[in-house]
């Protein structure tokens, strides 16, 4: 079985008038959302081992921000498992485009990505999963295929992973806001007795309050 992640390019900038359609850049929000999913993969262990972008500055640029960000602090070797290039046939291209482009990945690779553009993400995903999806910038769809080589790759029959599917940036801030908030929860509940955490709960109408005697009972878990 074979893994491919479709993913749209990050929100680009549309601020340079003189700038042609392909050589628009990442906008400054863009650059963050592409670093997020780079950390999001790091850390859900689902980094592909090949991505393929556009050769268009926005969709390379996302697929490079993101692979950096997930392989900060990983070895030379494991760097070098990883491979991301650019073609031009994936720009203002059809789905059709897309899956020759595909099939001529090297089969030691079980999950790859694809970085690109609308309309021809969104067709890509209808015409290999039947799900039709609503693609933003910095979203990517995680599609199973049914193939052991990625010279097998034709339309139909495979199986879009709907819970892996992210609506854009702004789901990813709220998935690590909830992730944070849950680690920093835990750390509490390890360092504080029961009857400190009351004491702390009780003051949770008034955040100057509530931060105050957390703030206080911490210091006296940690002594």
């Known amino acids: 079985m074979k893994t491919l992640i479709v993913w749209r390019h990050a929100k680009s900038s549309h601020s340079a008038h003189?700038?042609?359609?392909?050589?628009?850049?990442?906008?400054?929000?863009?650059?963050?959302?592409?670093?997020?999913?780079?950390?999001?993969?790091?850390?859900?262990?689902?980094?592909?081992?090949?991505?393929?972008?556009?050769?268009?500055?926005?969709?390379?640029?996302?697929?490079?921000?993101?692979?950096?960000?997930?392989?900060?602090?990983?070895?030379?070797?494991?760097?070098?498992?990883h491979i991301l290039c650019a073609d031009q046939r994936l720009y203002l291209s059809s789905a059709a485009d897309h899956l020759t482009v595909l099939r001529e990945i090297n089969d030691d690779h079980d999950t790859a990505a694809v970085c690109g553009h609308n309309p021809a993400l969104e067709a890509l995903v209808y015409a290999l999963t039947g799900e039709a999806v609503s693609m933003p910038t910095g979203s990517y769809a995680e599609i199973r295929l049914n193939i052991e080589r990625w010279a097998e790759l034709a339309e139909g029959g495979h199986c879009l992973k709907s819970f892996s599917f992210v609506a854009g940036a702004k789901e990813l801030e709220e998935m690590e806001a909830q992730q944070n908030a849950q680690a920093i929860g835990e750390e509490i509940g390890r360092l504080l007795s029961g009857k400190a955490l009351k004491r702390v709960a009780k003051t949770i109408g008034s955040r100057k309050e509530f931060l105050k005697t957390l703030a206080a009972e911490l210091s006296k878990a940690k002594k």
Do not use: M
């Open 18 to 81: 003189d700038v042609n359609d392909h050589d628009r850049k990442l906008s400054k929000r863009g650059r963050k959302d592409a670093k997020r999913i780079g950390k999001h993969w790091r850390r859900q262990g689902c980094l592909p081992s090949f991505i393929v972008a556009s050769t268009a500055p926005r969709a390379y640029d996302t697929a490079a921000l993101a692979l950096k960000k997930a392989l900060k602090g990983a070895s030379k070797e494991e760097k070098s498992e």
